[in-house]
């Protein structure tokens, strides 16, 4: 059995097709899907609780993206009243595309933080181009106890600082790319119960699959890919990444 801990099947792409895709996901061993809120406009959030509310197997999160950190974190609040959301996020910090003012960023993925602490749910961090300043509002912040680092993307560098944090580390089809030599030998040394796989559909598809939208139904081949990585029976990091995914989240049996 699979999670993919990270995707936005709530979005357009998917308009009117998430029960297809959520039975594709289910037929490749996919049990289970995390619709991750935060990355558009307010109703990305919204969509994502609502997706949640309607498919037993389905959780969300909800957070306030760095792309639109100038709306105001106080916009999502009264969402994570909603059982089914299990984290807050995705947040961060995003220097590639500058969508919002990087002080806004700043504050923005500070007060999330907080927020993570207050409600004890777990962090789910968006972080590109912007290492040094995501480690920075941790330390000041803290890390809360389960703090992912969706969509990893750093070598064992930046793995061994989140790792230091006790953060989770998730792979997502970026780790199939023959080229990622520097994010499969994070993923070597990434401890089984660090360990998260995600698709982070509609984006990153993974090899074999390149210029198609992704989908959770492709969580077997990342998961593959780790394992290959870290030079073990696929069916261990399968087994590994249910066990760590349920507890972090705490998702029900």
Not at 61 to 67: A, K, L, R, S
Not at 81 to 93: I, N, S, T, W, Y
Not at 149 to 170: I, K, M, N, V, W
Not at 194 to 217: I, K, M, S, Y
């Amino acid at each position: 059995m699979l999670i993919d801990s990270h995707a936005h099947i709530q979005g357009k792409e998917y308009a009117g097709e998430a029960e297809a895709v959520i039975e594709r996901a289910r037929a490749a061993g996919v049990e289970k899907i995390i619709a991750v809120g935060g990355a558009g406009d307010m109703s990305n959030n919204t969509e994502a609780v609502a997706l949640a509310d309607s498919f037993p197997n389905i959780y969300a999160t909800v957070g306030m993206h760095p792309h639109d950190a100038k709306d105001g974190v106080a916009t999502i609040t009264d969402l994570f009243g909603d059982r089914k959301v299990v984290a807050v996020g995705e947040c961060g910090l995003d220097y590639y595309y500058d969508n919002s003012p990087r002080d806004v960023q700043r504050a923005a993925f500070a007060e999330q933080i907080g927020l993570a602490h207050r409600l004890a749910l777990p962090l789910v961090i968006h972080t590109r181009d912007a290492w040094d300043d995501t480690f920075d509002i941790l330390r000041a912040e803290g890390a809360p106890p389960q703090t992912i680092f969706h969509c990893f993307t750093g070598g064992p560098e930046q793995a061994r600082t989140c790792l230091d944090f006790g953060a989770f580390l998730s792979f997502s089809g970026i780790v199939t790319f023959p080229t990622a030599t520097d994010l499969q030998d994070a993923a070597s040394m990434c401890p089984l119960d660090r360990l998260l796989v995600e698709t982070d559909a509609p984006f990153l598809t993974p090899v074999p699959h390149r210029g198609r939208p992704n989908t959770p139904a492709y969580i077997p081949l990342i998961g593959a890919a780790v394992a290959a990585a870290k030079d073990l029976p696929v069916e261990r990091i399968e087994q590994a990444t249910w066990e760590t995914t349920e507890r972090l989240f705490r998702l029900p049996e």
